[in-house]
């Protein structure tokens, strides 16, 4: 008998829906758009997502795992820290079960990159895996031997909410955040935090895929702008080494696939990690832009 995994990746734009056995074979996958601001759409849009996959599988009562953009409160049972702020203050955990009639989990998108990776792609034999996703946020989650380490808190791998070291307090105050706070890594390393530094160079607004595809084609202007990005991504990335110092380090998101992070990034970060030493590897998530959805659903196997 088969047995299947269901994984929902909700973004703030698009939500996703993967159907998985247990040997990491995918069978179905769709997007749809994501109804922004509408939290009962939101939930219907899923029920209807995970019926699709059903109805492929010719199988009911699979389990589903849901990657959210913020996380569950263990004290309050609802959403939190959502950038996709209607979702925040709702029991969005225990409506999906009582929807979907059987067991849902839910937690942060980035640790379903972290389990995705670890599982079976970039990061699959290594200890510590720490996954960010470079998007239009920034997050990460860590797993380690295979399993995701989320915190008694819920916040585990929260990297894009802390400040960004080695800052001068006045660009830190440049930065405002949705959080409420200044200068956070997201408000640095973020497509939108690239198109940020941009402008504030240059007086000029784009968006980080033409910045980077610019920079690429010898645009001085891009270049020098992209050059900054990989020294805050530096930084950013050296404060995790100098605490969990993990076996890899994966990225995702839209950022991730700039070449020249994986050219360029290794050389600066022993600049800042203490010791003046670096030997951890940078690489992509070995499933693209999917991987967060598959990481879904070996959440749901959990």
Same mark, same amino acid.
């Given at each position: 008998?088969?047995?299947?995994?269901?994984?929902?990746?909700?973004?703030?734009?698009?939500?996703?829906?993967?159907?998985?056995?247990?040997?990491?074979?995918?069978?179905?996958?769709?997007?749809?758009?994501?109804?922004?601001?509408?939290?009962?759409?939101?939930?219907?849009?899923?029920?209807?997502?995970?019926?699709?996959?059903?109805?492929?599988?010719?199988?009911?009562?699979?389990?589903?795992?849901?990657? @959210?953009?913020?996380?569950?409160?263990?004290?309050?049972?609802? @959403?939190?820290?959502?950038?996709?702020?209607?979702?925040?203050?709702?029991?969005?955990?225990?409506?999906?079960?009582?929807?979907?009639?059987?067991?849902?989990?839910?937690?942060?998108?980035?640790?379903?990159?972290?389990?995705?990776?670890?599982?079976?792609?970039?990061?699959?034999?290594?200890?510590?895996?720490?996954?960010?996703?470079?998007?239009?946020?920034?997050?990460?989650?860590?797993?380690?031997?295979?399993?995701?380490?989320?915190?008694?808190?819920?916040?585990?791998?929260?990297?894009?909410?802390?400040?960004?070291?080695?800052?001068?307090?006045?660009?830190?105050?440049?930065?405002?955040?949705?959080?409420?706070?200044?200068?956070?890594?997201?408000?640095?390393?973020?497509?939108?935090?690239?198109?940020?530094?941009?402008?504030?160079?240059?007086?000029?607004?784009?968006?980080?895929?033409?910045?980077?595809?610019?920079?690429?084609?010898?645009?001085?202007?891009?270049?020098?702008?992209?050059?900054?990005?990989?020294?805050?991504?530096?930084?950013?990335?050296?404060?995790?080494?100098?605490?969990?110092?993990?076996?890899?380090?994966?990225?995702?998101?839209?950022?991730?696939?700039?070449?020249?992070?994986?050219?360029?990034?290794?050389?600066?970060?022993?600049?800042?990690?203490?010791?003046?030493?670096?030997?951890?590897? @940078?690489?992509?998530?070995?499933?693209?832009?999917?991987?967060?959805?598959?990481?879904?659903?070996?959440?749901?196997?959990?």
């Amino acid at each position: 008998m088969q047995n299947w995994l269901i994984g929902i990746d909700l973004g703030g734009t698009k939500t996703e829906v993967i159907l998985l056995d247990d040997q990491s074979n995918e069978h179905f996958r769709k997007r749809v758009a994501t109804p922004a601001g509408d939290y009962q759409a939101t939930l219907q849009t899923i029920h209807t997502l995970v019926q699709q996959a059903e109805s492929h599988a010719g199988s009911t009562g699979i389990p589903v795992g849901v990657g @959210i953009p913020g996380s569950v409160s263990r004290i309050t049972g609802r @959403i939190k820290n959502a950038n996709s702020t209607w979702l925040n203050g709702q029991p969005m955990q225990q409506h999906l079960r009582d929807l979907l009639q059987r067991p849902v989990t839910l937690t942060n998108d980035a640790n379903c990159l972290a389990l995705s990776e670890a599982t079976d792609g970039a990061g699959r034999n290594h200890h510590t895996v720490f996954a960010a996703i470079l998007g239009t946020g920034c997050g990460a989650g860590i797993s380690v031997n295979g399993q995701l380490l989320t915190g008694v808190n819920g916040v585990a791998g929260e990297w894009g909410h802390n400040p960004l070291g080695w800052t001068p307090g006045a660009e830190l105050e440049q930065r405002p955040c949705f959080c409420g706070r200044h200068g956070c890594n997201e408000t640095f390393l973020s497509g939108t935090g690239l198109t940020l530094t941009h402008q504030l160079r240059t007086g000029h607004q784009h968006p980080a895929h033409t910045i980077t595809e610019n920079a690429r084609n010898g645009c001085p202007e891009a270049h020098e702008t992209l050059n900054q990005y990989l020294e805050h991504l530096a930084r950013g990335l050296a404060a995790v080494i100098n605490v969990i110092d993990p076996d890899i380090i994966v990225l995702g998101g839209g950022m991730s696939n700039a070449g020249q992070l994986y050219r360029e990034l290794p050389a600066r970060l022993p600049s800042y990690v203490f010791g003046g030493e670096c030997d951890t590897p @940078i690489v992509k998530a070995a499933h693209g832009d999917s991987s967060g959805v598959r990481g879904a659903a070996w959440l749901a196997l959990a």
